[in-house]
Every structure is written in C-alpha cells, then in structure tokens.
T-cell receptor, first 110, second 118 residues
Framework: GENVEQHPSTLSVQEGDSAVIKCTYSDSASNYFPWYKQELGKRPQLIIDIRSNVGEKKDQRIAVTLNKTAKHFSLHITETQPEDSAVYFCAASLGTKLTFGGGTRVLVKP | GAVVSQHPSWVICKSGTSVKIECRSLDFQATTMFWYRQFPKQSLMLMATSNEGSKATYEQGVEKDKFLINHASLTLSTLTVTSAHPEDSSFYIC??????????????FGSGTQLSVL
C-alpha cells in the first residue's frame, strides 16, 4: 500500500519567516495530495490540495508543489504568523483512501 | 464547506463497557465515511472505510469484532468500541467525502471523540 513520509517532525520559525514541509510517497498511482492543519484537540482542516496533473498551486501565503517523477510534494508557508502554529499533515490519495504523513509540529515564535 | 458532526466529543467509560460514536454529514450525503484513530502527537491511522448499506472495510490489524461500524444511512455512520479496555483510549475521528466531480473529492472531518477507558 501507500506509504507517506513527512519531514521535519518539528519546525520552529521566527514570525515573518517561511516554513517548508516536505513529503514523499511511494505509490506512483496516487493522484491527489491534500494538506491538513490540526490545532490541539481539534479536527484536521484542509488548507490546500493539489492533483497530479498540476505542478504547483498557491493560495495567499500557502503554496504546494508536486514533483511526480520524484514522488514528493511540499508545503510552503510564507510570512508566517503565530496563528500558523499547529500540526500539519500531508496525505496522498489513490481512489478514496487517504494515507497521512506523520505530521509536522510548527511553532511560529513572535 | 461541508460540515461533519461527531458525537460525543469526549467520553470516559469503565473497562468492559461499550461506547458508541456517531458521525453525521449535516449538509451533504456521504456514501463513504472513514474512521481514524489518533494517538497523542501521532498521525491519523485509518481504521476502516464505512460504506452505506454494506459492510465496512477494515484496515489490516483492526479487529472488526471490536470496532463495529454501521453506516445505515447516507448521513450517519457509527463506530462502537465493544468491551473497551484502557489500550483503546485514543482520539477517534471520522471523515466523510463530499461526492461529486472526481473520484477523490475533499474529505471533511468530524470534531473527534476523545475516549478514555478506566
């Protein structure tokens, strides 16, 4: 089955700096890659997603890139703010089944 | 976006008792719902896929007789943890897929249920 690796597991950045989280996946047939943000004790919230027919997608301060050949995708957060502090999960989907990465705990220091 | 309601948000029970968790899609129909388990500071692990009107599909290593899933309608799936033990204590979270368009549309998550078994 699909295996998703996510790095780093923790990331501390200064407010205003950029944060980058990287994920790799194993199944080349996976074709949908969402990113979720989860605050402590709350539900994961979809923040951005990308499909395999697109190489890059941007939504305000958040962008995702996908390299199908290398089977990796990344989340980029620019101009980080304290409210960006949370755990971020990447995922890869083949059909209806999502496989999640291990998560990255992001701390934005004011 | 689509809303998924999950109840209860937390439950404490004695060892040996059963606990039922409900997951409802409030403003859309979901033929497929998913149940995850999340340990502290860990990722979401898929337990089973709940299919409306048919048996759930369990992931490897998940005991189907212990984690009973029922998806009786297009808006409701339930997870019953039977004969709960302390090792079943965890954060359980459901999700539902809003149908339409491509085969793997966005997933929307319930608010989760923190289960503590004494």
């Amino acid at each position: 089955g699909e295996n998703v690796e996510q790095h780093p597991s923790t990331l501390s950045v200064q407010e205003g700096d950029s944060a980058v989280i990287k994920c790799t996946y194993s199944d080349s047939a996976s074709n949908y890659f969402p990113w979720y943000k989860q605050e402590l004790g709350k539900r994961p919230q979809l923040i951005i997603d990308i499909r395999s027919n697109v190489g890059e997608k941007k939504d305000q301060r958040i962008a995702v890139t996908l390299n199908k050949t290398a089977k990796h995708f990344s989340l980029h957060i620019t101009e980080t703010q304290p409210e960006d502090s949370a755990v971020y999960f990447c995922a890869a989907s083949l059909g209806t089944k999502l496989t999640f990465g291990g998560g990255t705990r992001v701390l934005v220091k004011p | 976006g689509a809303v998924v309601s999950q109840h209860p948000s937390w439950v404490i029970c004695k060892s040996g008792t059963s606990v039922k968790i409900e997951c409802r899609s409030l403003d859309f129909q979901a033929t497929t719902m998913f149940w995850y388990r999340q340990f502290p500071k860990q990722s979401l692990m898929l337990m089973a896929t709940s299919n409306e009107g048919s048996k759930a599909t369990y992931e490897q290593g998940v005991e189907k007789d212990k984690f009973l899933i029922n998806h009786a309608s297009l808006t409701l799936s339930t997870l019953t943890v039977t004969s709960a033990h302390p090792e079943d204590s965890s954060f359980y979270i459901c999700s539902a897929r809003a149908e339409g368009g491509e085969t793997n549309e966005k997933l929307f998550f319930g608010s989760g249920t923190q289960l503590s078994v004494l």
